[in-house]
Nanobody, 120 residues
Framework: VQLVESGGGLVQAGGSLRLSCAAS????????MGWYRQAPGKQRELVAG???????NYADSVKGRFTISRDNAKNTVYLQMSSLKPDDTAVYYC???????????????WGQGTQVTVSS
């Protein structure tokens, strides 16, 4: 199983980006999915999460600006980011709690990260 992020890049403050994270492999089902970010010199922090029932939660710093969604048919989670600020600059990582076919229990998988840089 692997998670592959895409959609990062350089954007001016006030702009928008859409991140995608696709899971592939011998997947039976995917429970919760989420996005985290890590800025230089800082700890990794939760940005947004979405359950398998589509319940969502957001960090206070991104509420009203970011939207998390998922497409279960594509095993993909998205993060629509709007009104971006320089403080949003970080490497963004997705994760997913996955049940692998033929394996009991769930395991947490992480993507490799995608850089988002917001210029002022």
């Amino acid at each position: 199983v692997q998670l592959v992020e895409s959609g990062g890049g350089l954007v001016q403050a006030g702009g928008s980006l859409r991140l995608s994270c696709a899971a592939s492999g011998n997947i039976f089902s995917i429970n919760a999915m989420g996005w985290y970010r890590q800025a230089p010199g800082k700890q990794r922090e939760l940005v947004a999460g979405i359950s398998d029932g589509d319940s969502t939660n957001y960090a206070d710093s991104v509420k009203g600006r970011f939207t998390i969604s998922r497409d279960n048919a594509k095993n993909t989670v998205y993060l629509q980011m709007s009104s971006l600020k320089p403080d949003d600059t970080a490497v963004y990582y997705c994760n997913a709690r996955i049940i692998v076919a033929g394996v009991q229990g769930t395991r947490l998988y992480w993507g490799q990260g995608t850089q988002v840089t917001v210029s002022s």
